[in-house]
């Protein structure tokens, strides 16, 4: 009797040690949402699917293009290559990133142990910090004194912040658009601190007028008013970053007639205060001045979009310093930020994370 008890004992002991190692192993192995990890022996990756519809579709997946060679099958469409600009895109997209659907995706599970390749400025390793998603604050400003004063939206990570500001210029529908300041809080949960000027004073083109009365809004809109709150805007941050020893250099992102704008500010600012932008399909492009930008530029739109012709986009990639063009085979215009179809969800998605690396390697890389 007293044997089987010993037996017994024994054995709970070490059933007791093999759960507690196993409860270690798997403590010390938990992917944080939203983050890009990888092990030693198994490229193994936590994926967050926020697409601006669907948001935290978080799913852990064999990382399908650990060394950027291409599969050939399709095992899931649920998946796709994290890696946009990997090696398996054709000769002829080297230059100018053009994505097409069913053709340049990266598909399938791989089990190769190497060391992931990066992508360049689409690096696939840098991580996403969306669990702080839920530590951003949005907070409305008035900023800018007398006839400078302008109204702003300032969403910023509270958890993880780097403390680099980033200036959003929305579209026609001003920065009160709920479209316009989602974006800006899913740029927040990557630690920036996202400043939405109102560049319309108050009146932005609305959605419910006749398409009509357009014009006539349009010409009543003062550009260059519109620039010297923009500079008012960029003021306003210096003073709250710079001055504070916080950030050096600013991010500029346009969208539609702010990401056309947003060539203007570029050239006039020269690299004082800006050290990087991002412009998703801008429209009515001076390309007159495109040659007068002197940093990074990345120019993202659709080859559906009559507003932003890739021609024009190709000149200004063509003339301004640094700069890259991507295109998204069969999008049209504001797909990045409102998203009309699931294929629309995918390339935002895919523009959102090119978009993210493009600052992380222009404002946070330290090489």
């Known amino acids: 009797m007293a044997k089987k008890i010993s037996v017994a004992l024994l054995f709970m002991v070490f059933a007791l040690r093999f759960y507690l190692s196993t409860s270690e192993s798997t403590e010390s192995h938990v992917e944080t949402p939203g983050t890009i990890e990888s092990s030693i022996l198994a490229k193994t990756y936590s994926v967050n699917l926020n697409f601006p519809r669907t948001r935290n579709l978080l799913t852990t997946v064999e990382c399908p293009c650990p060394d950027c060679s291409c599969m050939t099958s399709s095992i899931d469409e649920k998946f796709e290559c994290p890696c946009p600009d990997c090696s398996c895109m054709s000769d002829s997209t080297k230059t100018d990133v053009i994505v097409q659907r069913n053709y340049v995706k990266c598909w399938g599970f791989s089990l190769s142990f190497r060391k992931p390749r990066k992508c360049n400025v689409f690096n696939c390793n840098v991580k996403v910090e969306d669990e702080a998603c839920e530590l951003v604050n949005g907070v409305e400003l008035s900023i800018g004194d007398g006839v400078d004063n302008i109204d702003a939206y300032l969403c910023n990570a509270v958890k993880n912040n780097n403390g680099t500001g980033i200036l959003l210029l929305s579209d026609i529908f001003g920065f009160e658009d709920s479209s316009t300041r989602d974006f800006a809080y899913r740029v927040a949960c990557n630690g920036y601190n996202v400043l939405v000027p109102d560049m319309f004073r108050g009146n932005p083109w609305r959605k419910d007028e006749p398409q009509a009365l357009f014009d006539q809004w349009l010409g009543s809109v003062d550009k260059q008013q519109v620039v010297r709150d923009i500079f008012t805007s960029t003021k306003w941050m210096a ?10 250099k600013f991010g500029v992102i346009g969208f539609c007639f702010g990401g056309g704008l947003l060539i203007d500010i570029l050239a006039q600012d020269q690299g004082s205060q800006f050290g990087v932008g991002i412009s998703f399909y801008g429209t009515r492009i001076d390309l007159s001045i495109a040659s007068k930008i002197e940093v990074p530029l990345l120019l993202i739109a659709g080859d559906n979009d009559p507003l932003c ?12 310093n640094g700069s890259k063009m991507v295109v998204f085979e069969g999008r049209g215009h504001g797909f990045a ?12 998605e895919e523009a959102f994370l090119m978009m993210r690396n493009w600052l992380h390697d222009g404002l946070l890389s330290e090489n």
């Open 337 to 348: 930020h409102r998203p009309q179809s699931l294929e629309d969800d995918k390339d935002a």
């Open 309 to 320: 012709p890739v021609n024009v986009l190709k000149e200004v990639e063509n003339n301004a």
């Open 239 to 248: 003073n709250e970053f710079v001055a504070a020893g916080i950030s050096n």
